[in-house]
């Protein structure tokens, strides 16, 4: 059916959700079934306002400067839809002859799609909804990986090795150093830490993730172990680790008034882990928090995932033509030696509401620590990575 | 006069200082009045343990691989000598006949190379002794600047601009962020962020540096101003900020009895200024806190830092074989269109005690922001950095 198309980006912006938006772009040029070609600003709130954007006006040569730009261009929210604002978005749709919807967006823009589509069949409305799936902390379910992810993944093992080589250097100053990674609910970002080791002992030295209840005694001894061993202590640990009773460790911060979904404020694991260890080890801790620095770094960016957005998008595009709907594109990883990834669909419902967390056989019996199923699930999403030196040990022999 | 040399790293770790360290040895192996060539551990720490390395064991391969690799090799310390410390280095200088003392270091390591020079003289024993010059900080004075800061400066350059483009972008959940920088008293790092805008109005809109008292109340104005105004807030502030009073503004964590040092615990500046903003304008504000990230990154530094940072380690080896000692190495500015520098030597009375601030001429009436001849100074030591595209205005007029 031949109609126009609306796209919009939604949640943390990463490095690669630009890479998906010119994909929907350049592929929807391609159909004579697709007519305007609609960016909302700020996701569904510039929808509601109407503040929407003519994306056949942008030129080739930007929308390639676009792709290789981090961030997300158009703006996004984290609002979600009161029933009013359901029924306005339909009206919205129907003056404007709207009949492509694609989402850029993790679990909440997930939702947000399903509900559009499910109001859409209830009115008899022909539409087609697809949501893209893009998150940096990898929680969709039924996708291999999400686009972000990769990204990410690769800032922190160049990061973090070097900062790794950092506290190598000065833990005679600075033994204990704490990176607190994003991740409110899953461990994926923390995990991908362990990349930057180079050989066995090398940091991160102990992982911390949601998954697994954070044991206070448990976590000084570990580090008080490591530090009788190193001299010295990298610790990556995730935003959102919980202690046994399920409580957040670091949801002391106060509430603020103007958090629009009500959420406690995080950030502060790496100042509660110092805390713990300074009070109760007497050892010297400092914390590096990369914060937002680490989803929307172009350059170090991971080549596999910025190509994966651009199919992501594209296949959206076709999904939608091809008369479509009420899906999220996934990425489906191919057997064999050589990593390859094709795309896929599946429907809306089978995966809002859920949420996939770092499975059983991923995580080291330790708790502190991720297993090589894992690091052979990351490594080709990733990439090379630098390679740094240490002083050869036939130098470091007593003279 | 033929001896021994012996070299050593000391403070933080930067992106460079390991250049500087391939520079002493590769120049030192081309001198016959060079003997051994002795690195010590951990700075003075190993020279006093006798925790020495032999330099000239380090393949030609690895040295370059060396070059390129951030952090410090030889790892570093932060210790200080008492008066026996000084004693027994000079002992073990004469048992080892090392006539060649070179220190990789910023004040702190100027100051133990001043005090070794004139031991050594008292005792009328022929050492020569140079300090190398490497702080992120660029508070050493009698250079144009210090090898390191160029690269911290381009690593915030980029990621600051990316963590503005993430502003922007998702302002309507995560208005204001706060990016804690690097900088104990002064406030070269923080100006640095200052290279991140790509045209006016771009991120950051508010810096403060610690050379300026910081008044919470302008503070707060500022920053509901520049809210009102663009609907979201990058503020850089430096980890050393004092307020009118003249105390940090994030001294007021738990002292730790292992600092060896004594130091208050900083890094909690961004913490401060968060809770400053929700507790009095109701916006919810997050900080980013790259800490050791930003210092030692390998694939964000800067060429004009790499270069000169092998520069200065070569000229201290050359100026030490040439008989003269007592000395700092010196980056000199030429004049000209082109950006150009030569080495230079200063005698370490002159740099040691002393402390380069962020000069009146570069911090603009506002107090908030740098100026033009500041821009002037760093540009040409930083080089190219990424461009970023926006969404075109034509594609941005309502429809």
Redesign the interface.
């Known amino acids: 059916m031949r109609g126009n198309l609306i796209v919009g980006?939604s949640?943390?912006?990463t490095a690669v959700v630009n890479a998906s938006l010119v994909a929907v772009i350049q592929e929807a040029l391609r159909h004579d079934a697709i007519g305007e070609i609609?960016?909302m600003?700020?996701?569904v709130?510039g929808l509601l306002r109407e503040?929407?954007?003519?994306?056949r006006?942008?030129?080739s040569e930007?929308l390639e400067?676009?792709r290789?730009?981090?961030?997300?261009?158009?703006?996004?929210?984290?609002?979600g839809l009161g029933d009013d604002d359901v029924d306005r978005i339909m009206r919205i749709f129907q003056a404007r002859g709207i009949r492509y919807f694609l989402y850029i967006g993790g679990n909440g823009s997930a939702a947000t799609a399903l509900r559009l589509h499910r109001r859409a069949a209830d009115l008899r409305y022909d539409l087609w909804v697809i949501a893209i799936p893009k998150t940096i902390d990898n929680d969709l379910v039924e996708t291999d990986h999400c686009p972000g992810h990769p990204s990410v993944a690769r800032w922190l093992a160049?990061?973090v090795r070097?900062?790794g080589?950092?506290?190598?250097?000065?833990?005679?100053?600075d033994?204990v150093?704490v990176v607190e990674t994003m991740g409110r609910h899953t461990g994926w970002v923390a995990a991908s830490t362990a990349l930057a080791r180079q050989r066995e002992g090398d940091a991160p030295h102990l992982i911390y993730l949601p998954e697994r209840p954070f044991v206070r005694q448990r976590f000084l001894a570990d580090v008080e172990r490591v530090h009788r061993e190193r001299g010295h202590v990298l610790i990556a640990a995730a935003e959102g680790l919980v202690d046994e009773r399920g409580q957040f460790l670091a949801a002391s911060q106060?509430p603020?008034?103007?958090?629009?979904l009500g959420r406690p404020?995080f950030?502060?694991v790496?100042?509660v882990l110092c805390?713990l260890v300074?009070?109760h080890l007497?050892?010297?801790a400092?914390?590096?928090?990369?914060?937002?620095?680490q989803?929307?770094?172009?350059?170090?960016s991971s080549r596999v995932d910025a190509e994966e957005a651009y199919r992501v998008g594209q296949a959206a595009v076709r999904e939608a033509v091809a008369g479509r709907g009420g899906t999220m594109m996934t990425l489906v990883r191919e057997r064999g030696p050589v990593y390859r990834s094709t795309t896929g669909a599946v429907p809306l419902d089978r995966v809002v509401g859920d949420i996939r967390r770092v499975p059983e056989e991923f995580i080291a019996p330790s708790g502190y620590d991720v297993t090589s199923a894992y690091m052979d699930y990351i490594r080709p999403l990733v990439g090379p990575l630098?390679?740094?030196?240490?002083?050869?040990p036939?130098?470091?022999?007593?003279?």
């Open positions: 980006q949640g943390g912006p609609y960016g600003r700020f996701g709130l503040d929407l954007v003519d994306l006006r942008v030129s930007m400067e676009l290789r730009t981090p961030s997300a261009a158009l703006g996004t929210s984290r609002a160049v990061s070097e900062a080589l950092d506290t190598e250097a000065i833990g005679t100053a033994p150093k106060r603020v008034e103007a958090d629009p404020q950030g502060g790496g100042a805390d300074m009070t007497q050892i010297k400092r914390f590096d928090k990369p914060g937002t620095m989803r929307v770094s172009a350059l170090l630098p390679q740094y030196a240490r002083l050869a036939a130098a470091r022999t007593p003279i």
